[in-house]
C-alpha cells in the first residue's frame, strides 16, 4: 500500500526541522551509494531580464545538473504593469506559475522564512521525492516581492537558501548548484567535501 505523498512529505520535513542545526555526519546523505529513482526537476523563477553572466552560469550548471536527471528552467517575467499594486503584482505572478504546475509535481517554494536546509538535507529531498508518487519536482523562486498564500498553500514543503534575502537570479545560481552538489553527495562522488 502506497503511503500518500503528503504524510511523506510531513514526515521527511518534520524530522529536518527538528535536525536544522545538526550537520548529517561524515557529510553524507541517507541515500549515499544507493540507487534512487532521478525525479525531473523544474525550476520556475519570476524576474526581470537575466544578465548574461547570470545565463551563462544557469547554463553551466544546467548541463552538470542533465548528467543525474532531467532538468527545465521556467522563467517567468515580473508583472510590471501592477507594480503600483504590489498585491497585485505577487497574485499575477504566483497565477502564472500556478499553470505551469501539475497537481502530480512535488512543490518546493524558496522564502527567507522556510526550513533551513544544508546540502545533505537537500540531498535527501531529492532522495526522498523520488520515493513519492511524484513525477516532478517543481522548485519556485518568486519575484521581488516572493510568493502568495495561493501559491504557499499548494507548496509541498517552503525552504529557504539563506537567511538573507537573495536576488531572483542569485538564488537560481545557488539552487542549480546546490541541486548539482546534492546528486553529487548522493552518488558519492568528491565534489563536496
Not at 549515499?32 to 523544474?42: H, L
Amino acid at each position: 500500500m502506497e503511503v500518500s505523498r503528503w504524510s511523506q512529505c510531513y514526515a521527511v520535513f518534520s524530522q529536518m526541522k527538528k535536525n536544522t542545526s545538526a550537520p548529517l555526519p561524515a557529510k553524507k546523505s541517507k541515500y549515499s551509494g544507493q540507487s534512487i529513482r532521478a525525479i525531473p526537476i523544474r525550476i520556475l523563477s519570476v524576474g526581470k531580464r537575466r544578465s548574461p553572466g547570470v545565463h551563462l552560469l544557469v547554463e553551466e550548471y544546467m548541463e552538470k545538473l542533465r548528467h543525474y536527471c532531467s532538468v527545465e528552467d521556467v522563467h517567468v517575467k515580473s508583472n510590471p504593469k501592477s507594480s503600483s499594486n504590489v498585491k497585485a503584482q505577487i497574485d499575477a505572478e504566483d497565477m502564472v506559475i500556478m499553470q505551469q504546475i501539475r497537481h502530480e509535481d512535488w512543490v518546493v517554494v524558496l522564502d527567507e522564512h522556510g526550513l533551513d536546509v544544508g546540502s545533505e538535507q537537500l540531498a535527501n529531498l531529492l532522495g526522498d521525492a523520488g520515493r513519492t508518487s511524484s513525477t516532478r519536482l517543481a522548485f519556485c523562486i518568486g519575484g521581488p516581492y516572493g510568493h502568495g498564500p495561493r501559491l504557499r498553500d499548494r507548496a509541498d514543503v517552503t525552504i529557504r537558501l539563506s537567511s538573507m534575502v537573495l536576488n531572483h537570479q542569485i538564488a537560481l545560481i545557488v539552487l542549480l548548484e546546490q541541486l548539482y552538489r546534492s546528486w553529487t553527495i548522493i552518488k558519492g562522488q568528491k565534489y563536496h567535501h
